[in-house]
């Protein structure tokens, strides 16, 4: 990672502003701005809100559409712009399995570290709700907070959007 690149780690509820913020935040590199969406269309309201969100975010970013290879995705896009990646949640869920949920999260992590130009990545805040009555879903919970404070623990910074409001969790490395 060259000392002008930044991972940026954005999470927040549902309807948060997460994604407004995380677009702000990509906006403020001076270069071609890559949007990779990890959701798929499975149903007529996954289609309409991932319209929505393209029109929201308007012509000015090029769409990579990659639900598994995330890692893959990055690495094939590092030097070509500033990558969002929305959202780290859905791309967990894609590659879920039961034996093991975070499987990816190591490589990812590594693919983070080793990029070149900067990354502002979405996730969800799942940990502050009501312990899951279903064993599956726990099991998810927890791998998604694992996964959550691995990528954080890479990322140069840590922002969470609480009723669109930006909080700044973790500064910039070298800032106090």
């Not at 995380?22 to 309409?48: H, N, S, V, W």
């Not at 890692?71 to 969002?84: E, F, K, M, N």
């Not at 404070?149 to 910074?157: K, L, R, S």
Request: aromatic residues 4%; positive net charge; proline residues 4%.
């Amino acid at each position: 990672m060259t000392s002008s690149s930044r991972i940026i780690l954005v999470t927040g509820g549902a309807r948060s502003g997460k994604s407004a913020l995380a677009e702000r935040l990509a906006g403020q590199f001076d270069m071609p701005r890559i949007y990779i969406a990890t959701a798929t269309a499975g149903d007529k309201e996954m289609r309409e809100r991932i319209a929505r969100h393209r029109e929201i975010r308007g012509s000015g970013w090029r769409t990579v559409e990659e639900s598994l290879d995330l890692a893959g995705a990055l690495t094939r896009t590092d030097g070509q712009g500033v990558r969002l990646v929305d959202c780290l949640t859905l791309w967990l869920s894609n590659s879920f399995r039961d034996d093991d949920f975070a499987a990816e999260t190591g490589p990812l992590c590594a693919t983070l570290a080793a990029q070149k130009s900067p990354v502002v990545l979405v996730t969800n805040e799942l940990g502050l709700g009501i312990v899951p009555e279903n064993a599956l879903a726990r099991r998810f919970r927890d791998a998604h907070g694992l996964m959550n404070q691995a990528v954080a623990a890479t990322a140069d910074q840590v922002w969470m959007s609480v009723s669109g409001l930006p909080l700044r969790l973790k500064p910039e490395r070298g800032t106090p």
